[in-house]
C-alpha cells in the first residue's frame, strides 16, 4: 500500500490507527485528517497535530466544520457554548 488517509481525532483509538498504518503496514504517504468542530476545547486538535508529526504523515488536513456545531451546542457539553460540563 503506497498511501493512506487517517482519520486523527487526537484521542487514544485513533493514534492507534496512525501509527499500526505508519509504522506496521509501512505505508509510505500517510495523510492525517481531523475536524474542527467547534469542540470546546483546542487540545484535541493539539494532540493530532503533534501525533501525526510523531508518526511521520505527510500532512495534517484540518477540515473546519464549525458552521455546524452551532446547530448542536445546546445539548452538547463538547461543544462551545453547550451545556455545562457535569462537576463528578
Known amino acids: 500500500m503506497e498511501k493512506a488517509l487517517v482519520l486523527l481525532s487526537g484521542g487514544i483509538d485513533s493514534t492507534t490507527l496512525l ?3 505508519a509504522r506496521r503496514l509501512g505505508v ?4 492525517a ?9 483546542d487540545k484535541e486538535l493539539d494532540a493530532a497535530a503533534w501525533q501525526a508529526r510523531a508518526a511521520g504523515a505527510a500532512e495534517h488536513v484540518k477540515v473546519d466544520l464549525s458552521v455546524l456545531g452551532g446547530y448542536f451546542s445546546e445539548g452538547s457539553a463538547l ?6 460540563v457535569p462537576d463528578l
Open 79 to 84: 461543544l462551545r457554548g453547550g451545556a455545562p
Open 19 to 21: 501509527f499500526y498504518v
Open 28 to 31: 509510505k504517504h500517510v495523510v
Open 33 to 41: 485528517v481531523s475536524f474542527l468542530y467547534g469542540q470546546r476545547h
